[in-house]
C-alpha cells in the first residue's frame, strides 16, 4: 500500500447548477472511496448568494473550500491547475461537475496502480475529433474546408488515444508543469489539452510516465487494451468507476447508436 496523499477534488462552475452538486455529494456518501483523502470543493466564477446556497448542500460534509480566483471562463484545465500548484506534493483525482463515483473502493482502486511518474485515468478513448466535422450544407463547404485543414494540423488522425479529462489522477506538481503555459479561451483550446497533438496524455507518454485506465474490477488497462476496460463506449460500459455526462449518454442509447459509438470510439 503506498503512502501518498490524495485530494478529491470536484469542479463546480456558474455552469451548473444544484443537481450536479447533489449528484455528487449523494453517490460520494453512498460509494466508500476505501482510501484516506481530502475532499476539495472548487467553486469558479459562482456568485455570494449561489455560493451560500451550495453551502448548505455541504453542510454535513467535510471539505477544503477553493474559491477559484479566476475572474474568466478558462475552463477546467484552468481551474485544475490553480488547485494543483496549491497542493503540488498530492495525488489528486480531478473531477469535473458532472462526474461522480459509481463504485465501492473507488479511490482505492485507483490509488493502488498510482506510483511516481503516472497518470491513471478512470476511462480513455481512440476518438479523432476531426472525424467529427461534417459536411451539411453546400453554402458552408469552404467553412468546412477550412475547419478540416484547421483541426488537421492541431490533432491526429485515429486511431488517436488518449485519457478522457473528466476524470484523471495525477500528482498536482506534474499536472502543474504540464499547464502552466497554457492559455484557455475556447472549447478549442481545451479540446487540445485532452486529444491534441500536444494534449496531456501526449506529454507524458513522452516522459515514459505510466499511463493506465483503471475499471471497477480494479485492474489496470495500457494502452493498446483500454478499451477492453469496458469503460466506456465499449459494450454495455459495465466496469465503469466514474460515471460523467458521456459514459451515461452511451448508456441511454439504443443498440444501434451504441454500436456507432463503439465504431467512432475504438474502430470496431
Not at 15 to 22: G, Q
Not at 32 to 46: A, R
Not at 72 to 85: E, Q
Request: hydrophobic share 30%; with cysteine; net charge positive.
Amino acid at each position: 500500500m503506498n503512502n501518498y496523499k490524495f485530494i478529491v477534488c470536484f469542479l463546480l462552475t456558474k455552469f451548473d447548477n444544484e443537481k450536479n452538486l447533489i449528484n455528487f455529494i449523494s453517490n460520494y456518501k453512498k460509494y466508500e472511496s476505501g482510501k484516506n483523502h481530502q475532499l476539495l470543493i472548487c467553486f469558479k466564477l459562482i456568485d455570494n448568494s449561489t455560493l451560500d446556497k451550495y453551502k448548505k448542500i455541504l453542510e454535513n460534509i467535510k471539505y477544503i473550500e477553493f474559491i477559484d480566483s479566476c475572474q474568466h471562463n478558462d475552463y477546467d484545465f484552468g481551474s485544475y491547475k490553480r488547485v494543483a500548484n496549491k497542493y503540488k506534493d498530492y495525488a489528486i483525482l480531478f473531477m469535473n461537475s458532472h462526474s461522480y463515483p459509481i463504485c465501492d473502493n473507488w479511490l482505492l482502486k485507483l490509488s493502488n496502480h498510482y506510483s511516481d511518474k503516472s497518470l491513471i485515468a478512470t476511462s480513455a478513448s481512440n476518438e479523432c475529433i476531426v472525424d467529427s466535422i461534417k459536411f451539411k450544407k453546400i453554402h458552408q463547404f469552404f467553412k468546412y474546408l477550412y475547419k478540416k485543414w484547421k483541426y488537421k494540423r492541431e490533432f491526429d488522425p485515429f486511431p488517436n488515444p488518449h485519457v478522457r479529462t473528466s476524470s484523471f489522477l495525477i500528482k498536482g506538481d506534474d499536472y502543474y508543469n504540464y499547464i502552466k503555459d497554457k492559455i484557455i479561451t475556447n472549447k478549442y483550446d481545451a479540446w487540445q489539452i485532452e486529444s491534441g497533438k500536444n494534449s496531456l496524455t501526449k506529454f507524458f507518454k513522452k516522459k515514459n510516465y505510466y499511463i493506465v485506465v483503471v475499471n471497477s474490477d480494479g485492474n489496470r488497462f495500457l494502452e493498446n487494451d483500454w478499451m477492453l476496460s469496458e469503460t466506456y463506449n465499449y459494450l454495455n460500459q459495465s466496469k465503469s468507476i466514474i460515471s460523467d455526462k458521456h459514459t451515461r449518454k452511451y448508456l441511454d442509447l439504443n443498440n444501434e447508436h451504441k454500436k456507432l459509438s463503439q465504431l467512432n470510439t475504438w474502430g470496431i
